[in-house]
């Protein structure tokens, strides 16, 4: 079973920055379209930004669009999800995932649409 593992999370006062990281081991992460997902308390899980994994085109929410950065380094078979100008309302469990079976990245994103999500990593962001 693939499982991707998160890292990077922490806790940050608001405008300041988190870059995090998904990797794997046993499969290669640019082989699909990569997304990283967000999970608030109480909330349902919502897509925030995929990467293709041919041409690198990029998706973001509209809700981070502007503030976070999707890159990948194929070389270190890590996709990283670049976080600046951090808000209260970030707040939440970061995990990425693997497109089922699409290597181009489109938006919006639906969680039905992935798999291997691991743990994830919390972003906690304070006023």
């Known amino acids: 079973q693939v499982q991707l593992v998160e890292s990077g999370g922490g806790s940050v006062h608001a405008g300041e920055s988190l870059t995090l990281s998904c990797t794997a081991s046993g499969l290669a992460l640019d082989f699909y379209a990569i997304g990283w997902f967000r999970q608030a308390p109480g909330k349902e899980r919502e897509g925030v930004s995929c990467i293709s994994s041919t041409d690198g085109n990029t998706y973001y929410a509209d809700s981070v669009k502007g503030r976070f950065t999707i890159s990948r380094d194929n070389a270190k078979n890590t996709v990283y999800l670049h976080l600046n100008s951090l808000k209260p309302e970030d707040t939440a469990v970061y995990s990425c995932?693997?497109?089922?079976?699409?290597?181009?990245?489109?938006?919006?994103?639906?969680?039905?649409?992935?798999?291997?999500w691991g743990q994830g990593t919390q972003v906690t962001v304070s006023s």
């Open positions: 995932a693997t497109h089922l079976n699409v290597r181009r990245c489109q938006g919006p994103i639906s969680v039905f649409d992935y798999a291997g």
